[in-house]
């Protein structure tokens, strides 16, 4: 995980998991519409997933 993709996770979460698929964009885009610490989290969590 790049120091990029921390800080783009911290800014706008969804645009962070954008290679992940699309299933994880749309749950971190709902997190982060629900709230924003909530979608920076699971960003951060799926980026920092070493089996995907």
Do not use: H, Q
């Not at 979608?39 to 920092?48: H, K, M, P, R, S």
């Amino acid at each position: 995980m790049s120091i990029w993709r921390v800080i783009l996770s911290v800014l706008f979460p969804p645009l962070a998991v954008y290679d992940k698929g699309c299933g994880s964009i749309i749950i971190v885009l709902i997190l982060t519409l629900l709230g924003w610490i909530p979608g920076v989290v699971a960003a951060l969590i799926i980026l920092n997933n070493p089996e995907r």
